[in-house]
């Protein structure tokens, strides 16, 4: 590793999961010194999807032992840190609240500079971790498929990033979760649908593939749900739930629909913008079917499709410091009466 080497430490509570990341490295080459996820997924399901009110308070009980556990895991004291940073938005003001002030205290404590970082911009680059190309952040066209938010972004460099398609209503993991919910399957709907679909069979329903012909990257999935809605209405069902033999067709058909929209767009903006690499990030990156089918398209382009472990495309640490990391590598520091913003804006990626 060629110098400067910087360690930092990393918090994420824009949700449900409270997590804590150090990371030494420099702008090629990153070590994850440990990657601490505390979820409270079971602690929502029963409310079938995440409570404001009690995600904050267990980020707030959770945060400082997890913060002790990471050090200990990474095998270093606070006085090692180079700077602390943490999510700012998007996501729940209150839990947003909780790990930004902590970070903020700690820089406060030992003198060391604070970073604010934004959870897209930590999901956008998550695929650059692992990467062991010793090049860092490459170039590329980027699919970015979260809870939140769906986007296509054409990644040039480190903070500079060209919007260029997202969904105009709901993001994909949110449809997930919305179908699964009409299914009566658990929260989060996004793992739960991709199990049932994998004994389903995917052409069994023609699920709409919602502005596939419009001239531009913009993604539409309320029809789609609307879709499997009157699917289901017209199944006549018993109570409104399908039946175990209708299950699996509905989430294969239905996953299928949500990737096939999301692969051709994706693929026309790499081809359009004659791209090298393709990344993929966000909890529903996590999904197999979908990687299978963008490695599929990638290879038969010649694309190089950059994907992270499962663990660093859901929500996590380790990508909010390795945007840290960046820019602590390049003193881009906040300051310590920067406030979270529960909608910090796409603008704030495409300008900065
Ligand atoms: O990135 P993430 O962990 O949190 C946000 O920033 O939103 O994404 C969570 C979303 C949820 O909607 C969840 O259902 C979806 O990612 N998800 C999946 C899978 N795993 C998580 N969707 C489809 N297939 C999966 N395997
Ligand atoms: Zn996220």
């Known amino acids: 590793m060629s110098d400067p080497i910087k360690t930092v430490l990393a918090i ?12 030494r490295g420099n702008a090629t080459e990153v070590e ?6 505390s979820s409270q997924i079971e602690i929502h399901r029963e409310y079938g999807g995440v409570v404001p009110e009690l995600a904050s308070r267990n980020h707030s009980l959770t945060l400082r032992p997890l913060v002790e556990q990471a050090l200990k895991n990474a095998g270093i004291t606070l006085a090692e840190i180079d700077c602390f940073s943490a999510t700012a938005g998007p996501g729940l003001a209150s839990s947003l609240l909780v790990g930004h002030t902590a970070a903020k205290a700690m820089s406060a404590a030992t003198g060391k500079p604070f970073v604010s970082v934004n959870h897209m911009e930590g999901h956008l680059l998550s695929a650059f971790i692992e990467s062991k190309s010793g090049r860092g952040i490459e170039p590329n066209i980027a699919l970015v498929v979260s809870g939140g938010h769906t986007m296509i972004l054409d990644t040039q460099e480190f903070g500079k990033y060209e919007l260029v398609g997202k969904t105009l209503d709901d993001a994909a993991g949110e449809a997930f979760d919305k179908v699964a919910k009409m299914l009566q399957l658990p929260y989060p709907g996004g793992p739960e649908i991709e199990k049932m679909a994998l004994t389903g069979d995917p052409k069994a329903y023609a699920f709409p593939r919602s502005m596939m012909k419009k001239p531009h990257y913009n993604f539409s ?8 809605l009157y699917t289901l209405s017209e199944l006549n069902t018993e109570d409104g739930k399908a039946s175990a033999e209708q299950l699996p067709d509905l989430c294969a058909s239905f996953q299928e629909a949500v990737i096939d929209v999301l692969a051709v767009k994706t693929l026309k ?6 791209a090298k690499i393709i990344t993929l990030s966000g909890g529903v990156s996590c999904n197999s079917a979908l990687r299978q089918r963008f490695q599929t398209d990638c290879d038969k382009h010649g694309i190089q499709l950059m994907v992270s472990s499962p663990v660093l495309s859901t929500d996590n640490a380790a990508m909010i410091g390795y945007v840290a990391l960046q820019k602590c590598l390049r003193s881009e520091f906040s300051d310590l009466s920067e406030d979270v913003n529960p909608n910090l804006p796409l603008n704030t990626l495409v300008l900065r």
């Open 12 to 23: 994420e509570s824009s949700c449900d999961e409270t997590a804590v990341a150090v990371l």
């Open 32 to 37: 994850i010194l440990c990657s601490e996820i």
């Open 221 to 228: 999935f309320s029809g789609l749900k609307t879709a499997v």
């Open 269 to 274: 903006v790499a081809l359009a913008k004659k």
